[in-house]
Nanobody, 128 residues
Framework: QVQVVESGGGLVQAGGSLRLSCAAS????????MGWFRQGPGKEREFVAA????????YYADSVKGRFTISRDNAKNTVYLQMNSLKPDDTAVYYC?????????????????????WGQGTQVTVSS
């Protein structure tokens, strides 16, 4: 089992920044990828970014590329999502997820079904 806990959400004005954290515990040695997803009001959960633990290779949704940065601290089993130039459209509950298997395609990394464990989410609200 892997436990996933997000933190760092809040209310910010458009153009501002927030940093989300995702701490993983439990069988973290078997975790290969960490991903961030978000779900806005009345919307489906969508991919935001992902990172591979071992290499640090990153993947981003086009909507956040150039504004958001995903990074990891292997010693702390923690992944971060630095969000800059925030827009009202970024308002959502942000979820962190763990994928155990290294064998994947990029499409799988961008899908909800590609992950094994999820956190409870943290609310991010961007005011205009």
């Amino acid at each position: 089992q892997v436990q996933v806990v997000e933190s760092g959400g809040g209310l910010v004005q458009a153009g501002g920044s927030l940093r989300l954290s995702c701490a993983a515990s439990g069988r973290t040695f078997s975790s290969e990828y960490m991903g961030w997803f978000r779900q806005g009001p009345g919307k489906e959960r969508e991919f935001v970014a992902a990172i591979r633990w071992s290499s640090g290779i990153t993947y981003y949704a086009d909507s956040v590329k150039g504004r958001f940065t995903i990074s990891r601290d292997n010693a702390k089993n923690t992944v971060y999502l630095q969000m800059n130039s925030l827009k009202p459209d970024d308002t959502a509950v942000y979820y962190c997820a763990v994928r155990l298997s290294v064998y994947t395609t990029e499409n799988t990394l961008r899908s909800v079904s590609g992950y094994n464990y999820w956190g409870q989410g943290t609310q991010v609200t961007v005011s205009s």
